[in-house]
């Protein structure tokens, strides 16, 4: 068992397919761990420390900069397809061999890519506030949403004020859990990461527009992903509407969704003890899923 926390744990670096990659690990190493995929412009540093550590009392959790993002080297690529690629190759880097999987919003994209390309490697997977291929963005350009668009072109003082509007709601309740959210969110003071070079948004951004423009039938690649699969929403996200994460469940043969209340696209962040609980449960393969399900049925007989 680690004894390091999210806010102590050193940065370290392992290289793959030309690539210096950033990543933080540390938790209870029993069973697989959980390695995950970070949101639009984020770093090492734009985790929920209580998510984190939650998930770290039940197993080792890892989370990195992929390629050419903060401190981690190389370029980032305009397709999910490509970062997944990269993800790979990290993964490979630790000598790992069976992972579970989690994706928050475009690391939620990257995440269905990699269990795509990867189907061996990925024992379970976790998507929060993600979306599917040609999926539902409004009249928003470029597959973002409207609200995505104004959001992040308006300024905030101070600068991470901008979180308070990306993950949370207007109301009071939200609010409030959005300050408290920004405490544990500023509370790493030593070692902290790099910050993102001008080059990671554009390629991002290209990367989303090509995830909206799949050709074929719509949703149909979802059938391929039979690993049990825990999809996580806000009942109001306005970054990746929620609609999205009901198209994923309708269309993946293993998942089950959790739909927070008065909840933006940080629903985990703001219910945090809830989603610590859920998912912790759900790794541990309490809760029948239908692989589970037909497993017992199978013994019986």
């Known amino acids: 068992m680690s ?18 990659f950033a990543y933080r690990r540390w938790g209870n190493r029993s069973g697989f761990p959980l390695v995950f995929n970070q949101h639009f412009t984020g770093n090492l540093d734009n985790w929920d420390p209580a998510v984190l550590d939650g998930l770290a009392k039940e197993r080792e959790v890892i989370i990195f900069n992929n390629a050419g993002v903060a401190s981690s080297t190389g370029e980032v690529p305009t397709t999910f397809a490509g970062m997944a690629k990269n993800a790979e190759a990290f993964i490979d880097g630790l000598g790992l061999k069976e992972i579970a999987l989690l994706g928050f919003s475009i690391g939620g994209m990257v995440a269905q890519q990699i269990t795509l390309d990867r189907p061996e ?10 979306a599917p291929r040609n999926h539902d ?8 949403t409207p ?7 308006a300024t905030y003082n101070p600068p991470e004020n901008l979180w308070l ?32 070079n001008d080059k990671v ?3 991002q951004i290209a990367a989303i527009g090509q995830w909206g423009t799949h050709p074929g039938e719509r949703f149909a690649y979802l059938r391929n992903i039979k690993q049990p699969t825990l999809v996580v929403s ?37 219910n945090h003890e809830n989603f610590v609980f859920e998912a912790n449960r759900f ?6 899923t239908a692989e589970t399900s037909v497993r017992a049925q199978s013994a019986s007989q």
Not at 3 to 19: D, S
Request: charged residues 15%; without cysteine.
């Open 147 to 153: 609200e995505t668009a104004a959001i992040f072109g």
């Open 137 to 144: 963005a409004g009249n928003g350009q470029g597959h973002i």
């Open 121 to 130: 490697l990925v024992r379970k997977l976790i998507l929060v506030g993600t």
């Open 3 to 20: 004894t390091y926390a999210a806010t102590t744990v050193p940065t370290q670096f392992v290289e793959a397919n030309g690539i210096r």
């Open 165 to 196: 509007k990306v993950f949370f709601t207007d109301s009071e309740m939200s609010q409030a859990a959005g300050r408290e959210f920004l405490k544990r969110y500023m509370s790493r003071t030593e070692n902290g990461d790099a910050p993102i």
């Open 283 to 288: 790794l541990a393969g309490y809760g029948a």
């Open 201 to 203: 948004a554009p390629a």
């Open 234 to 270: 806000g009942d109001h996200d306005v970054i990746v509407y929620t609609v999205n994460s009901l198209y994923l469940v309708k269309n993946m043969p293993n998942a089950k969704l959790i739909l927070y209340h008065d909840a933006n696209h940080g629903s985990w962040y703001q």
